[in-house]
């Protein structure tokens, strides 16, 4: 499991260390510089872009260059945390192979003299770890020039860096454009402008440089030099990942101790690149650092907003997490689903949220919906039982148009009534229709028109960010898909608190939230955003809900975790059947057990 920190907890964390004497920012310089020297050896070995020879590539000398005095005599300058006098190693922890959006440390390597470096200081600390790490690659045979943001910086980084032979310039003496032609001339370039502390959009001259860096580097292309950020991209929301204001994207983040939320988070995660993470000495342990209060308490759902992690998933906790049948197991105990999705209209919805649900391993799928839809889904899916019965679950709502009296479809007052009958036994105000205890369910599509009752944790609300805007504006909510969209993880909350419900906001990170903790999940291609994947996902949460049903009901944690691990599961799929190229949402269902599979192999070991 992937775990962030807030920035007010790395903060606890750092205090007793720096009081103790320990080296932070000297490791954290030191990882930096190793990751930056690994990635210049290994373009350049390649060919790359972004790693020009000498020969090629001269640079450009910034005009105002400051002198051996370092800064102009105004400046003032800020104390470095304390540091140890020897620079010592640091670990450079890496994710499980595999991962395309993590990458495992290293000792850079091979030729990288002649190479250039440009840095984009900061005053504070951040800016210090960055003139620490130019230090290093001065000393490796790079060509570096540190660009101060500010008329302050972080004295004794600076004159590390000034020691090495570093070249340094400031914005007060130069002018952005002559800036943004020196990027261009060179082979790395390390955003270090600030750090977890930040709080907001940049402010100027950092902001208007950022924002200059960012048109060209759109313009540049492939000209353009590989780009690290420095603990964070500057300009992020450290701990709730928006993107404020300019934000230049990183090929790769170099973070320090813990991962922050604003690199799991929409949208600043995309700004992010590859997170790689130097140890610097934080405990190992969750455990040991203060929490906010850890999980709130719960009452049909509510949970206090600033409570718990953000957190994702990976292979061997959805591993973990999945109902693997037993030799003693039967179709009835495996879990069953009932699924009300698809009309005349949209009659593969149906199609696709069973064959999600069947293929995830749920013991039977039952399909409730139009004659001639359930046809289909018999075409398509023989073993799918086309009656109603005791289901573990449900699936409601995909391919059923949003509830809209005035204009009801021959099939749309059908599956409605079949959908409140279904919600009955979800929040346990059962009908005539409806019998039985209280029952998870995936709550997707026009269903999410049809909510008239607070719901427990173990109801499953699948939205995209426009359906989750119009979600919020019939519970009085100002908000469009815009800003659903740029402040997920804070609509998403709102969304649980408002309906007692877990919420699983679909996107190209998606965002689970429920009591307590939130979940990130970022596993699937760009391909996946494709008509009928989201009914694959409903189908496969479904079946995972069945399979645990009464776990479900009895613990409201659990909802978001096997929301998660659904997200993981489709999410593989998506990229096992895309392989690179287009997918159509049948083929990510047929990937789903190949995945699965894939998954408890990964448990056995």
Do not use: C
């Not at 269903?447 to 805007?469: F, Q, Y």
Request: proline content about 7%; charged content about 20%; cysteine-free.
């Amino acid at each position: 499991m992937k775990d962030a920190w807030t920035s007010d907890e790395i903060r606890k964390a750092e205090e007793p260390l720096i009081a103790a004497g320990e080296p932070l920012m000297a490791r954290a310089a030191y990882g930096l510089a190793q990751v930056v020297l690994r990635e210049v050896a290994g373009r350049r070995a390649a060919g790359r872009p972004g790693t020009a020879l000498p020969a090629r590539r001269a640079g450009v000398r910034l005009r105002g260059s400051l002198g051996s005095d370092g800064l102009p005599g105004t400046a003032r300058l800020r104390p470095a945390r304390r540091l140890g006098e020897r620079v010592a190693g640091a670990a450079v922890a890496g994710a499980p192979a595999g991962d395309a959006s993590w990458s495992g440390g290293g000792t850079g390597r091979g030729d990288v003299r002649g190479a250039r470096a440009v840095l984009l200081v900061g005053p504070g600390n951040n800016g210090g770890d960055t003139l620490f790490a130019g230090a290093h690659l001065v000393r490796r045979g790079l060509r570096v020039t540190a660009v101060l943001a500010s008329v302050r910086a972080h004295e004794a980084g600076l004159a590390a860096f000034r020691a090495a032979g570093g070249e340094v310039a400031s914005l007060s003496d130069v002018r952005v454009p002559a800036v943004v032609e020196s990027v261009l001339g060179s082979d790395v370039l390390l955003d270090g402008l600030v750090g977890v502390g930040a709080r907001g959009a940049l402010r100027p001259p950092a902001g208007g440089l950022v924002r200059a860096l960012a048109e060209a580097r759109a313009a540049a292309g492939d000209r353009w030099p590989y780009t690290v950020a420095v603990d964070i991209p500057s300009g992020i929301g450290v701990d709730d990942g928006v993107v404020p204001g300019p934000v230049l994207r990183a090929d790769r983040t170099v973070t320090f101790g813990a991962l922050k939320p604003g690199l799991l988070l929409p949208p600043a995660a995309g700004t992010a690149g590859v997170v790689e993470l130097v140890d610097v000495g934080f405990p190992a342990v969750p455990g040991a650092r203060a929490r906010r209060g850890g999980v709130a308490r719960h009452a049909w759902g509510t949970t206090d907003p600033a409570a718990g992690r953000v957190l994702r998933m990976e292979p061997a906790d959805v591993a973990a997490l999945w109902p693997a049948p037993g030799p003693d197991d039967h179709k009835y105990t495996r879990g069953v689903v009932g699924v009300v999705a698809g009309t005349s209209t949209y009659p593969g919805a149906a199609v696709l949220a069973t064959s999600g649900a069947v293929l995830a391993g749920a013991g039977m799928v039952r399909y409730l919906g139009p004659e001639a839809v359930g046809t289909r889904v018999l075409l398509a899916r023989p073993e799918v039982v086309v009656a109603g019965g005791r289901v573990q679950s449900w699936v409601l709502g995909p391919g059923v148009p949003a509830l809209d009296p005035d204009d009801e479809g021959p099939d749309d007052d059908g599956q409605a009534r079949r959908i409140f009958g279904a919600l009955a036994a979800v929040t346990g105000v059962l009908s005539e229709d409806v019998t039985g205890g209280r029952m998870p369910a995936v709550v997707d599509a026009g269903a999410l028109t049809m909510l008239e009752h607070r719901l427990p944790a173990s109801a499953v609300l699948t939205p995209h960010a426009g359906e989750l805007a119009e979600l919020l504006r019939g519970l009085g909510h100002d908000v469009d898909r815009a800003a659903v969209e740029a402040r997920p993880l804070r609509w998403a909350r709102t969304a649980h608190q408002a309906t007692g419900a877990t919420v699983l906001l679909k996107g190209a990170i998606t965002v689970v939230a429920g009591p307590g903790d939130v979940y990130a999940q970022a596993d699937a291609p760009p391909w996946t955003a494709t008509a009928g994947a989201g009914d694959v996902l409903a189908g496969i949460l479904g079946a995972l809900l069945a399979g645990r049903s009464a776990e479900a009901v009895e613990d409201p944690a659990l909802p978001a975790r096997l929301a998660a691990a659904a997200a993981l599961v489709h999410g593989r799929a998506a990229a096992r059947a895309s392989a690179g190229g287009p997918v159509a949402a049948l083929e990510i269902a047929r990937a789903v057990p190949a995945v699965v599979a894939e998954l408890l192999a990964g448990r056995g070991r």
